[in-house]
């Protein structure tokens, strides 16, 4: 059966006018709709289909027409996710290679159990929550040492299914910092001075929905009472200006921001955890992909944040040094602006709850293989986001606290 699947969710209407991608079989594909009509067949396409968003091929009023323009992306889109779904496990989980490749969700939470179990001092594995389909939410924390009243960071991935780089950079960091710790200068001030909370697979039930499925899943695996539509964007289920611009309450779109703030498990379980933490954590970074961005609050309104200036700066000199070691562009700026107007996001709730150095990051591309980034751009993708969140913290750390180390002798 041939079908369209399509891979936008921006359906704010100067976004669409932007442009959608599709899958067609096995291609993928670019549409820039021409006009307002085009505009809502697209949405429709995107947001309204159930069971992810297959298209019977013979629904021919949703086909692109001549009338579209249109390239072909990818060509062969399915040979393209069959490659980035191989040899997972073949690889001892503790070689360098593991982390160049996409995993399970199985082999992550076995990796998680082995990375505690090798670094008993340095890591521990706190259960914040379970999904809607009962999974565990595992945070890992990273503490060097135990100096007290230290800081923290947090970091999310995975909120969003289909984002598998974001998972892969969860479990980027933990290796860099805990392989780099007291050799690579930069990691071991941040790690000396902060703890880190990551959350590598926020979602996990759409996560293992993907390797199963549906490649292309995004919400969560949530049952609606009302619909027989599955899934929450939860990042539209966090209480800031929860559902009113840029999210739905319709619970087949891709947008939907579920019956209540923090009606998801996992949305919950987050905001449960930083509420508890919030006089020590300092930082909090979202990963995302894809598009090259690093974006901060606010995204729900157009107002700017208190701090907006000195957020633009801390992303500004991020984006600087990515330019500089990776020779990549990466967009910044508050997110309203610079990706689209969205409410319930995790970042803007996390600032508003005091977090006043909150980070989305959109990891690698900006469009050529989109969600379908191939293993092979892992390590670039990833040090290019471990450089931002390096930058940023290290800044972070020099405006906040005093400096540590031996006092001076007089
Ligand atoms: N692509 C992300 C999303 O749609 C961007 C998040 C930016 N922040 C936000 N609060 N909307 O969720
Ligand atoms: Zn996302």
Redesign the pocket.
Known sequence: MKTFLVFS??FNFNTLLRTTECIETDQVLSITPKTQEQVDILKNVSTQRPYGNLLPSNSSKRRPRSTYSFLVLLPNANELIEMQMRNDSSDPRGSTTFYERYHTLDDIYFWLNRTQQDNPSTVKLILIGSSSEKQPLYVLKLSLNDRPNKKAMWIDCG??AREWISTAFCLWFVRHSLLFYSQNPDITHILDNMDVYILPVMNPDGYKYTWTTNRMWRKNRAVSKSSSCIGV?L??N?D?EWCTV?ASDDPCSE?YCGTFPESEPESQAVAKFLRRHKDSVQLYF?V?SY?Q?L?F????TLDEADNHNELLELAQHAAQKIRRFYRNTYKYGA??KT???????????AYNLGIKYSF?F?LQDSGRYGFLLPPSYIPQACNEALTALKTITLKVIEKTQAPTGPPPAD
């Open positions: 969710f921006m909120i969003h964007d990042n539209r966090f800031a840029g947008i979202s995302h598009s961005m974006l609050p606010y995204s729900c997110g309203a990706i689209y107007l969205a409410s319930g996001g995790s970042d803007d709730w989305t959109e």
